[in-house]
């Protein structure tokens, strides 16, 4: 089946270094999403890539997809408290529905 | 914008009991999407409407669940009857069109005891 694996499963990091997950497909994508859930919250969309390559920046996130569809990353830079929470990739292969990953749950030590 | 609005935000309730859980899409979505968050299992996608038809029913665990949309305004995700396993939050999430972005509700804590 379609399946989106998304790693590391948790991160820590000081307060002020840089964080970055990564989303792998089995199979090539649509485009890909990234939303970001704090603790005890909802799934909030961040960004949707479509191109083949893109690179999308906001802030202190960039937000890339691969040549080939089939991966993507998000890179947090000087990480701010504010930043905790779980960020999750979201695969669409061409339908209206998401295949999440597995998400990769941020803390921050001040 | 109201955003997607689920209710109840918190249900507690005895195995074997009947659950019902709604959901308010946005205003003009026609896309309708039910969700279960576990610890262990993450986001998993357990039904979705589109245009109030369901389309992929795939995830949903067993015959105990079961989802309804009458209309575009309003759907229901029901369990009968509720076991300790099904203890999760469930979201219901909504999109427009082919723009495939989709709106979370603030999500229903179910407790099954």
């Known amino acids: 089946g379609q399946q989106v694996m998304q790693i590391p499963q948790y991160q820590h990091v000081q307060e002020g270094e840089d964080f970055t997950t990564y989303c792998n497909s089995s199979?090539?994508?649509?485009?890909i999403q990234w939303y970001k859930q704090r603790p005890g919250g909802h799934p909030v969309f961040l960004i949707q890539l479509v191109k083949s390559g893109e690179v999308k920046k906001q802030k202190r996130l960039t937000f890339q997809f691969g040549e080939a569809k089939k991966n993507s990353s998000l890179h947090i830079t000087a990480t701010q408290t504010t930043d905790v929470g779980t960020y999750f990739c979201?695969?669409?292969?061409?339908?209206?529905?998401?295949?999440f990953g597995t998400g990769t749950r941020l803390t921050i030590i001040p | 914008d109201a955003g997607v609005i689920q209710s109840p935000r918190h249900e507690v309730t005895e195995m074997g009991q009947e659950v019902t859980l709604r959901c308010k899409p946005i205003?003009?979505?026609?896309?309708l999407f039910w969700y279960r968050q576990t610890m262990m299992r993450g986001l998993e996608l357990l039904i979705y409407f589109n245009n109030n038809v369901p389309i992929d029913d795939s995830g949903m665990p067993e015959d105990r669940f079961s989802a309804k949309m009458p209309n575009a305004s309003f759907s229901t995700l029901k369990i009968q009857p509720s076991e300790p396993r099904d203890s999760a939050v469930y979201f219901c999430a909504s999109s427009f069109g082919g723009s495939n972005i989709q709106y979370f509700g603030a999500g229903t804590r179910l407790s099954v005891l």
């Open positions: 205003s003009g979505h026609n896309s």
């Open positions: 199979t090539t994508l649509s485009n």
């Open positions: 979201a695969g669409n292969f061409g339908n209206e529905k998401l295949t």
